[in-house]
């Protein structure tokens, strides 16, 4: 699977911003989901998950209530919807693959992962 993420830019504090990761080589409805970032000088951390089939999402404490991850298997796509951006969002984001059933959070669960597209929120 080829994951290609885009959407991001640069957006002042408390915009919005929706994150696109599409996918080709293999149908995406094989696969759990997940969106992680990286801040400069920070390890790769978890944002984000979908299941296979749309029906669980999981997200980390911070983003919950402002983030919504959503997919379509039919146009292979996946979404990072962006709400109420605090400057401590400003990372890479990356788009990633899992073969479980699951949601998993951990980045060692996934195996094919997108190149990043970068969010920076101004205060």
């Known amino acids: 699977v080829q994951l290609q993420a885009s959407g991001g830019g640069l957006v002042q504090a408390g915009g919005s911003l929706r994150l696109s990761c599409a996918a080709s080589?293999?149908?995406?409805?094989?696969?759990?989901m997940g969106w992680f970032r990286q801040a400069p000088g920070q390890a790769r951390t978890f944002v984000s998950t979908?299941?296979?089939?749309?029906?669980?999402?999981y997200y980390e404490d911070s983003v919950k209530g402002r983030f919504t991850i959503s997919r379509d298997n039919g146009k292979n796509l996946v979404y990072l919807l962006m709400n109420g951006l605090k400057p401590e969002d400003t990372a890479v984001y990356y788009c990633?693959?899992?073969?479980?059933?699951?949601?998993?959070?951990?980045?060692?669960?996934?195996?094919?992962w997108g190149q990043g597209t970068q969010v920076t929120v101004s205060s």
């Open positions: 979908i299941k296979w089939d749309g029906t669980i999402t």
């Open positions: 990633a693959a899992s073969d479980t059933s699951g949601v998993p959070v951990e980045s060692s669960w996934y195996t094919y």
């Open positions: 080589g293999r149908t995406l409805s094989n696969y759990a």
